[in-house]
């Protein structure tokens, strides 16, 4: 297992468009988090997943957003009708439940959205 | 969530050992102290985690206070791929939290 991977690594839309992300979490792990992180922040958490079950979402998920989880594996998070605001780094991360967050969070390395 | 209180940036010579501080004085007993840090470009990664107990692993030693309302995340010998964001953040254990907090972290510089 290589870790989490994001794809893709960067994307550059117009305002207005939709997007949609993709994270691989580790195989084995049943938690799958979903943070934004602006320059010169922290990530900031988005939306978290048990296995298909969508358990929490932050109020910085607009109704623009929207997260799944079909099949309990990999992930998608898809921004409709962009807005400039929309650009961050968006990073996905897993878990275990059973001693998370005690045994950490891997991340991805994220995808880069630049909204022009 | 409880906060934590980070200096904003900090700067440490090659092969010389770094203490990086915490303040968290609301910490709650179920808080666990967690340090994450961040290369460029990266995301973040995993470095230590304690309760109460000084922990040491092969990457970091974390010392927290006896009182808990602060700790220091301690690089034995700093290299340049030491420099990072760091991220200490206050989190439940088993099952209980359900999302790390991050602030905006001390950002680490390695100088020769």
């Known amino acids: 297992d290589t870790g989490v991977s994001q794809d893709p690594r960067h994307k550059i839309t117009k305002r207005g468009q939709n997007v949609t992300f993709r994270c691989d979490p580790i195989?084995?792990?049943?938690?799958l988090y979903w943070y934004r992180q602006t320059l010169g922040q922290g990530p900031e958490f988005l939306t978290y997943f048990q296995n298909e079950a969508q358990l929490e979402k932050s109020r910085l998920l607009s109704d623009r957003f929207s997260a799944e989880r079909p099949k309990g594996s990999f992930s998608t998070l898809e921004i409709q009708r962009t807005e400039q605001g929309d650009s961050a780094m968006y990073l996905c991360?897993?878990?275990?439940?059973?001693?998370?967050?005690?045994?950490?969070?891997?991340f991805g390395s994220g995808t880069r959205l630049t909204v022009v | 969530d409880a906060k934590t209180t980070q200096p904003n940036s900090m700067e440490s010579n090659e092969e010389e050992p770094v203490h990086l501080p915490c303040n968290h004085s609301t910490i709650s007993g179920t808080d666990y102290i967690h340090w994450y840090r961040q290369l460029p470009s990266q995301g973040p990664e995993y470095v230590i985690h304690?309760?109460?107990s000084n922990v040491n692993n092969r990457m970091a030693s974390l010392a927290i206070a006896e009182d808990r309302k602060s700790s220091t995340l301690i690089l034995h010998r700093a290299t340049l791929r030491d420099a990072a964001v760091y991220y200490c953040?206050?989190?439940?254990?088993?099952?209980?939290?359900?999302?790390?907090?991050f602030g905006t972290g001390t950002r680490h510089q390695v100088t020769l």
């Open positions: 195989s084995e792990h049943n938690r």
């Open positions: 304690g309760l109460t």
């Open positions: 953040i206050l989190a439940g254990d088993t099952g209980t939290a359900s999302k790390l907090t």
């Open positions: 991360a897993s878990s275990l439940d059973r001693g998370a967050p005690s045994y950490g969070y891997t």
